[in-house]
T-cell receptor, first 115, second 114 residues
Framework: AQSVTQLGSHVSVSEGALVLLRCNYS??????LFWYVQYPNQGLQLLLK??????LVKGINGFEAEFKKSETSFHLTKPSAHMSDAAEYFC?????????????FGTGTSLTVIP | GAVVSQHPSRVICKSGTSVKIECRSL??????MFWYRQFPKQSLMLMAT?????????EQGVEKDKFLINHASLTLSTLTVTSAHPEDSSFYIC??????????FGSGTRLTVV
């Protein structure tokens, strides 16, 4: 079975500081990994995803994540936080499939950006 | 890019009534539709998986007679919450999968049962 652990349910950073949101996964086979952002009372917006190939993945809004198989991690980073980055972030894992597979989501990390 | 249109975005209903949530894939064919729910301050949990023209597969603990899922076409899937109760109040979100488009989430439906 697959699972995701997001360390730190709440993270606070100052505006302009580095953002680091941690995600570790468990999977019996090489997984697909995703980061989503959710603003209050809204749906999920895809930030980035890793399927195959380059392990450093760049996404929208300046975010990036690196797939580290040896550490079973997929941490999300952004060099300089902006006030608009304040939101809930979810890491998710799924397995490659020809018919689609369910996502397993982490419990989420709430990011606060301090002006 | 691929879009899943989910409606309504918010709905308030009286206890005992039924509510239907629609998810339409606008520019791709969703072979599989996943339905998730998210309780306040919690993560998203899979409720059921449906394939076009087949009966949905429900996760353990999800009542199939209460949460009716229909996936009659490759572009439309519906979730009907029957005889809704306050404990069904939640955020419901669908995700369509297509071979060419991958996974696309709808914008979610906030259901409040009063």
């Amino acid at each position: 079975a697959q699972s995701v652990t997001q360390l730190g349910s709440h993270v606070s950073v100052s505006e302009g500081a580095l953002v680091l949101l941690r995600c570790n996964y468990s999977s019996s086979v090489p997984p697909y990994l995703f980061w989503y952002v959710q603003y209050p009372n809204q749906g999920l917006q895809l930030l980035l995803k890793y399927t195959t190939g380059a392990t450093l993945v760049k996404g929208i809004n300046g975010f990036e994540a690196e797939f580290k198989k040896s550490e079973t991690s997929f941490h999300l980073t952004k060099p300089s936080a902006h006030m608009s980055d304040a939101a809930e972030y979810f890491c998710a894992v799924t397995l490659p499939s020809n018919t689609g597979n369910q996502f397993y989501f982490g419990t989420g990390t709430s990011l606060t950006v301090i002006p | 890019g691929a879009v899943v249109s989910q409606h309504p975005s918010r709905v308030i209903c009286k206890s005992g009534t039924s509510v239907k949530i629609e998810c339409r894939s606008l520019d791709f064919q969703a072979t599989t539709m996943f339905w998730y729910r998210q309780f306040p301050k919690q993560s998203l949990m899979l409720m059921a998986t449906s394939n076009e023209g087949s009966k949905a597969t429900y996760e353990q603990g999800v009542e199939k007679d209460k949460f009716l899922i229909n996936h009659a076409s490759l572009t439309l899937s519906t979730l009907t919450v029957t005889s809704a109760h306050p404990e069904d109040s939640s955020f419901y979100i669908c995700s369509g999968w297509g071979a060419s488009s991958g996974y696309t989430f709808g914008s979610g439906t906030r259901l409040t049962v009063v």
